[in-house]
């Protein structure tokens, strides 16, 4: 396949064009650390886009909307069991592992056994996360503790650990998708569940295993967030319901299901941070940059649309 | 058939019934002519938004821009229509032309509906945010004057519940044109072959959405008063949760005006109903998803049995 049909290149040029226009304003000064900031912010972005990811690939209706509450309630949790204790970092990240996927069965058993449709079944459950949260936070803000926040803020050979942690966790869907038998019966279920069931896939098994990858990508992300900011907020999944989506269909995978794109996900999230970097440094107010973001959104998606094979 | 179709509009009522039950055995001085107006008065822009977002749903798509779009509408009402009505109207009617233009286009380009509603929300929003940077304006006169008319015996909210209910109704389930645009979503090769301009049906679905959108802004502003860029936000889960209460669903064109209208009473009712419970205020929010989920359960009973029968 020749490198110009690589539908994940669009998000790419259109982060480095963000990134270069950005740049050009100041002459240069503080690319480093724009990249850096990128790097740090469009992590989160792309922990959540990469759950979001799986499931939109199961096809059409398929879509988690309890991402937010599902990062909220995995901070808020796991900040209270470690209560700003050193040492207990490990232990936190296992809470939050617990809570991901402890939701993901809850929304995925709505969905089978109660038959209800993923969105609406994702939504309800939400509401119910979120007062969970609601509860057990009380309007505190526990700090993490002084060794994990480090973590969070700081950086490995010049990149943030944030950004590698999402790396690797890039690397490994990668992998599961390109390279495990998991990954093909995801794709030929999301290509057409009853040929793929027809044909032997275990779909519901895959179905679960993809509500659950979901829901505790979503929990990390949430741990990771509540850590790199010093505590958790109630509304701190907020923004990541419509990014979520928005880094999925922008870094070119079908919206109509049955086609993943790992790279593209990072390079739309790298994107999402740099234009709103970019309209901030050309002086846009609130209003202004909110507009031009969405036109850009509809302006990538006919983009990628009008090179599709007709069919 | 006709047993199929009866169940689907019984069960959006009796759980209507039986929350409204519940709320009068809770708190019996709300059975009133002036408690009932309280309990379902924030309704009547839900139920308007409700049925904006089944027209979308109607035709196969989803429309995460709702909320945006119903904040936006608020915005102008309460800064443009109130200051100088010409201009507010064409405002108006620009945006309900913007929809219809943006059905046009996700069908002739073959977009996904999910994501450039998306897009679009973005923008109502910026937009929104443009207009009115802090929350103020103020509500026309003859605006704020109908929202709050008292019509004898039967209280406004529910006056305008049932006449929105029945004008749906006719123009969706009875009228040639909403067959036909229920038929999109059915199948929209077959509307297609069979002699219909799909691309034009589209975005009269989708500018009938813009219609009633623009209709849920208004009512909102003329119940608040004013309004602010964030006002809606709400709606877009709240009108997707009303349509499928109501009895539709998302694919095949099988949508219940009379039903949405009553899903979206049913959502308001419940979270007064929950206030009168003196349920702890951290889990009002997590009662009204449990509810959601009580209600689907027992529409899935119900189709099962229908399907044994």
């Known amino acids: 396949m020749k490198l110009i049909q690589k539908p994940w290149l669009w998000s790419w040029l259109a982060a480095a064009a963000a990134f270069a226009l950005t740049v050009a304003l100041t002459e240069g000064r503080g690319a480093g650390e724009l990249a850096y900031a990128a790097l740090s912010f469009g992590a989160f972005a792309a922990i959540v886009g990469l759950g979001q990811m799986l499931v939109i690939t199961l096809g059409p209706g398929n879509v988690d909307l309890s991402i937010p509450a599902t990062m909220t309630l995995s901070g808020t949790l796991a900040l209270k069991a470690m209560g700003s204790d050193p040492g207990t970092a490990w232990m936190g990240l296992g809470v939050a592992l617990l809570v991901g996927l402890g939701t993901g069965l809850a929304n995925f058993a709505l969905i089978f056994l109660l038959r209800l449709p993923p969105i609406i079944a994702t939504l309800a459950a939400s509401l119910v996360y979120q007062s969970l949260a609601i509860w057990s936070n009380r309007g505190l803000r526990i700090k993490p503790p002084a060794g994990l926040a480090d973590f969070a803020t700081g950086r490995s050979f010049g990149i943030p650990n944030v950004a590698l942690v999402g790396l690797g966790l890039s690397i490994l869907i990668w992998l599961l998708l390109e390279r495990s038998v998991w990954g093909r019966w995801l794709l030929a279920s999301g290509q057409n569940l009853r040929a793929a069931r027809?044909?032997?896939?275990?779909?519901?098994?895959?179905?679960?295993?993809?509500?659950?990858?979901?829901?505790?990508?979503?929990?990390?992300?949430?741990?990771?967030?509540?850590?790199?900011?010093?505590?958790?907020?109630?509304?701190?999944?907020a923004e990541y319901l419509l990014m979520s989506i928005a880094v999925v269909v922008i870094g070119g995978t079908s919206i109509a299901g049955g086609m993943s794109n790992v790279p593209g996900v990072w390079g739309a999230s790298l994107f999402m941070f740099l234009v709103v970097s970019m309209l901030n440094s050309y002086g846009a107010g609130a209003g202004v940059r909110m507009v031009l973001t969405g036109l850009i959104i509809i302006g990538i998606v006919i983009a990628a649309s009008t090179r599709r094979i007709p069919r | 058939m006709r047993i199929f179709a009866r169940y689907r509009i019984l069960l959006p009522v009796v759980s209507l019934a039986v929350v409204l039950a519940a709320t009068f055995y809770m708190q019996p001085r709300a059975m009133s002519y002036f408690g009932i107006n309280l309990l379902f008065n924030l309704a009547v822009p839900i139920a308007l938004a409700t049925i904006a977002q089944m027209m979308i749903i109607m035709v196969n798509d989803i429309d995460l821009s709702l909320g945006a779009f119903v904040s936006l509408v608020a915005c102008i009402t309460a800064t443009f229509l109130s200051d100088s009505p010409m201009l507010g109207v064409l405002i108006l009617l620009a945006l309900v032309l913007c929809y219809a233009a943006l059905g046009a286009v996700i069908h002739a380009l073959d977009l996904p509906a999910i994501v450039v509603t998306l897009g679009m929300s973005f923008v109502w929003g910026g937009l929104a945010l443009f207009i009115l940077p802090s929350p103020g304006g103020a509500s026309p006169g003859w605006l704020r004057a109908l929202m709050t008319v008292k019509p004898p015996y039967i209280p406004m909210a529910v006056c305008a519940s049932v006449i929105i209910a029945l004008v749906t109704h006719l123009l969706v389930i009875r009228s040639g044109i909403g067959t036909v645009l229920r038929g999109v979503g059915g199948n929209a090769r077959s509307v297609?072959?069979?002699?219909?301009?799909?691309?034009?049906?589209?975005?009269?679905?989708?500018?009938?959405?813009?219609?009633?959108?623009?209709?849920?802004?208004?009512?909102?502003?003329?119940?608040?008063?004013?309004?602010?860029?964030?006002?809606?936000?709400?709606?877009?889960?709240?009108?997707?949760?009303?349509?499928?209460l109501g009895g539709g669903e998302f694919t095949g064109g099988?949508?219940?005006?009379?039903?949405?209208?009553?899903?979206?009473?049913?959502?308001?009712?419940?979270?007064?109903?929950?206030?009168?419970?003196?349920?702890?205020?951290?889990?009002?929010?997590?009662?009204?998803?449990?509810?959601?989920?009580?209600?689907?359960?027992?529409?899935?009973?119900?189709?099962?049995?229908?399907?044994?029968?």
């Open chain 1, 198 to 237: 027809l044909a032997g896939v275990p779909v519901e098994a895959v179905r679960a295993a993809t509500y659950v990858a979901v829901t505790v990508f979503a929990a990390i992300a949430g741990y990771l967030l509540a850590s790199f900011s010093g505590g958790a907020a109630l509304n701190m999944g």
């Open chain 2, 254 to 309: 099988k949508v219940s005006p009379v039903g949405a209208v009553i899903g979206a009473l049913t959502l308001t009712l419940a979270a007064s109903f929950l206030s009168f419970l003196r349920l702890s205020p951290d889990w009002q929010i997590g009662a009204q998803g449990a509810i959601l989920i009580l209600v689907l359960t027992a529409r899935l009973l119900f189709t099962r049995r229908d399907a044994e029968a």
């Open chain 2, 192 to 244: 297609e072959r069979a002699g219909w301009p799909v691309v034009r049906l589209k975005a009269l679905a989708y500018g009938l959405a813009g219609l009633f959108g623009v209709f849920a802004g208004m009512a909102l502003v003329g119940l608040t008063t004013s309004a602010d860029a964030n006002i809606a936000l709400r709606y877009t889960l709240l009108s997707i949760a009303g349509v499928i």
